[in-house]
């Protein structure tokens, strides 16, 4: 099918120099009912050729073909990149001739936003693989997110993809959902600081960042996949909505995707109050709402709000969803019916039609001289330009958890043995996202596409004189033991022992990890437990690696071994920051996004919480207390923070509270601190965390330096959720500590809030500045 190079509609829409808003409102003027429906549906080609890849995938086999489903225009294709492997010019022509039908098949010469899966790189074969979410929250890093998100988005525009699926703002509360992995952990200011770079960096390639999900998708009950959201309404207002907040009104996010799950009964893709009244009227979002995929139809399948999936459309319509992901089911043809029966009026209609067609004017898709093979593929989507973030992110992500035996780094190493099934698999590196753990299963026998060496090929790169034995042990599901036996004579064998357990991600229960496949326990999984009691026991020295998408209760072991890391899925050049940290090559920076679990803590409890969820003699048997708090990463060397103070002890309920340190490199060579300022607030109206994160901070420091770090916090940081549901920052005392976990005693000052309570709303101080000061030594 070729293109003219006339357009036989043309108008105001396809002038350049006019607002997006007035070329999309000419457009919409001009269409007939059918073509300004077709612009909320998609399609998803070849999706047979995938493999099951979302929820519950064989229950809509019988999507319209990709001829039909173009009819009247289009409004998304549905990863075209991302559903089969690839290569890169071979996607960039597929595409290109999906949208040479898409454009021919309307008479505006429209075409269809492409997008793609994004959360660990552009979602395609032979694409960088970026360590997971989780991983880049343990850097403690947004500006180093802000740099791979803008690598990502370069590389999807420059083969014409316009919308990624990126990123999660889910806030943990449940370590044992299968989607921790995805996140970038459990305190909302740490997600939404590092969220908000991706959205900025990811924008700033020209490629749509889509918040997902919207919301308390986290909050699932006894942390099931889809369950019902379990939470109050000051825990969503703050805790669960406070990253998507500051993406929307701070970072100018230009779409947002529902949640799967009800909250307190009404599903979100159903939730006008959510998706209307708050996203669009309070916070001011003018984007596009896009459906998680069979959101729609789910309303009628599986929450039964709706007889069928034309109930489910009016439903989803008139909340404010905006399109139909990944392929048209209830905004075709029963959309059209309620229409021409008056169900739906073309009010509600337009207003999701408009939101559309004024995103593809903002990109560039209603210019004249826009053609579907105007792309080029770029040379590499593994380019040493994203190998060298993907390092740096993988550096920066590993956390020493403990090392009170000074095991590491390693000195001189006659014999290793490297133990457990994470040691000799690449894909123990990737999150369920990633491309070869979601789609290369279906095509065995198909390489990953990139180079991702294994810990075990990593750790022979990083002691070449050492003699190295490898054992598996065991495998992580199942309960077969036969292979403890050969492990533990390994160990006992060996100078030292290198233990690498953890996790393997996949999809709905292929995996330990990864979207539907959640835990009842945070016991390692499979037989691992007793191969690391085994293994520990049996060796003379040994590291413990735990490689995983969700903290597992690992203190007992580490208590065992003499030292211990935690790295969370850590991409493709993951292997060789694991090694290097063990050798001393790398001092570790990593800092935990989530705590690692006691050995009795019961789920869910996260570290940000109000005194009777936290250890309670005399209340509860049950002990909440962390192996290792929130924020928690040793070092090589040694800091300290010293000369903590304030600028005034009393200040009004708007004002700037200046808090002052020195932190120093104590030790003998250079390393990097993150010091974190939480806010107690002893009383208030309603209870409050105990702690809570409201500024951190990277300081690189040489050795023996030192330098002054100012955290400048607006008491706006001190609002939140009172009685009347409404933000407020309260007067009276508030305690400010700067420490380096949330377990930290830390040095804290004091200070008064002076006058009435303050109203605030989205409109309020949301990020503490930080500057820091060099030139003390």
Not at 44 to 57: F, N
Not at 604 to 633: E, M, Q, R
Request: glycine share 10%; hydrophobic share 40%.
């Amino acid at each position: 099918m070729t293109i003219s190079d006339e357009r036989p509609t043309t108008g105001l829409w396809n002038d350049p120099a006019l607002p997006a808003s007035v070329r999309a409102q000419a457009l919409l003027d001009a269409m007939t009912a059918a073509e300004k429906v077709a612009q909320l549906g998609s399609t998803w080609p070849d999706h047979d050729d995938g493999g099951d890849v979302a929820p519950m995938q064989e229950t809509f086999r019988g999507a319209d073909r990709f001829e039909e489903a173009v009819v009247d225009g289009l409004g998304q294709l549905t990863r075209v990149f991302g559903t089969a492997p690839i290569d890169p010019e071979a996607g960039r022509r597929r595409l290109t001739a999906l949208q040479e039908q898409v454009v021919a098949a309307n008479r505006f010469r429209v075409p269809a936003i492409a997008h793609e899966e994004c959360l660990t790189g552009f979602f395609t074969w032979q694409a960088t693989v970026y360590p997971t979410p989780l991983a880049w929250a343990a850097t403690w890093n947004p500006r180093l997110v802000g740099r791979m998100a803008e690598a990502i988005g370069s590389d999807m525009a420059a083969v014409g993809v316009h919308q990624g699926l990126a990123p999660v703002l889910d806030v943990v509360r449940d370590y044992r959902w299968g989607r921790v992995e995805e996140t970038l952990g459990e305190d909302p200011y740490l997600v939404s600081e590092l969220g908000l770079s991706y959205v900025r960096g990811l924008q700033s390639s020209g490629v749509v960042a889509t918040l997902k999900h919207f919301a308390g998708y986290s909050t699932s009950r006894a942390a099931r996949n889809h369950a019902p959201a379990v939470l109050g309404p000051r825990e969503l207002a703050d805790v669960i909505l406070v990253p998507f907040e500051k993406a929307v009104v701070a970072g100018g996010a230009r779409s947002v995707m529902n949640a799967y799950n009800d909250i307190d009964g009404v599903p979100c893709a159903a939730d006008e109050t959510l998706l209307t009244g708050l996203l669009r009227d309070t916070w001011g979002f003018e984007g596009t709402v896009v459906s998680d995929y069979w959101a729609i139809a789910f309303l009628a399948s599986m929450h039964h709000v709706a007889d069928d999936v034309t109930g489910a459309a009016l439903a989803a319509l008139r909340a404010g969803l905006d399109v139909e992901l990944p392929h048209t089911s209830g905004y075709g043809e029963p959309l059209l019916a309620l229409l021409r029966d008056g169900r739906v009026s073309t009010e509600i209609l337009d207003r999701s039609v408009l939101r559309v067609l004024t995103q593809k004017a903002e990109l560039g898709l209603l210019d004249p001289d826009w053609r579907p093979g105007q792309y080029t593929a770029p040379a590499a989507l593994d380019s040493p330009r994203n190998r060298d973030i993907a390092r740096a992110l993988a550096e920066q992500s590993v956390v020493l958890l403990d090392n009170s035996s000074d095991a590491l780094p390693l000195a001189v190493v006659r014999s290793i043995a490297v133990i457990g099934p994470a040691a000799d698999d690449a894909r123990c590196l990737f999150g369920c996202y990633s491309f070869p753990n979601h789609v290369l299963p279906h095509h065995p026998g198909t390489p990953l596409g990139v180079e991702a060496p294994t810990v075990l090929d990593a750790i022979r790169q990083e002691f070449p004189d050492a003699s190295v034995h490898h054992e598996t042990g065991c495998s992580f599901t199942g309960d077969d033991r036969s292979g403890i036996e050969a492990a533990v004579a390994a160990a006992a064998s060996a100078d030292l022992t290198i233990l690498v357990v953890g996790d393997r991600s996949g999809m709905f229960g292929e995996g330990t990890s990864g979207e539907g496949c959640d835990v009842g326990a945070l016991t390692l999984p499979g037989a691992q437990e007793d191969l690391v009691d085994a293994v520990l026991d049996a060796a003379h020295q040994s590291v413990l690696v735990a490689v995983s998408g969700r903290p597992y209760a690992i203190g007992r072991h580490a208590r065992a071994a003499d030292a211990t890391l935690q790295a969370f899925f850590p991409g493709e050049e993951g292997s060789a920051a694991i090694a290097g940290v063990l050798s001393g090559r790398i001092n570790p920076s990593g800092h935990l996004p989530v705590q690692i679990p006691g050995d009795l803590a019961g789920q869910p409890g996260t570290y940000l919480a109000p005194p009777l969820a936290l250890k309670s003699d005399g209340v509860s048997n049950i002990d909440p207390t962390p192996a290792f708090p929130f924020g928690h990463g040793l070092s090589y060397t040694t800091f300290e923070i010293t000369d903590v103070g304030v600028d005034q002890a009393a200040v009004p309920v708007d004002a700037t509270i200046t808090v002052r340190a020195t932190v120093s490199n104590t030790g003998d060579r250079p390393g990097t601190l993150v010091p974190q300022l939480y806010l107690t607030d002893p009383v208030a109206s309603v209870t409050r965390p105990v702690r809570q994160l409201v500024a951190f901070t990277r300081v690189e420091l040489a050795a023996g330096e030192s330098c002054a770090v100012e955290f400048h916090v607006h008491t706006d940081m001190t609002s939140f959720t009172g009685t009347d549901l409404r933000r407020r920052v309260e007067p009276g005392g508030i305690t400010l500590t700067v420490a380096r976990s949330a377990g930290d005693p830390g040095s804290c000052v004091q200070v008064r809030l002076e006058g009435d309570p303050r109203t605030v709303d989205h409109t309020r101080t949301m990020t503490t500045a930080v500057t820091v000061r060099r030139g003390r030594t």
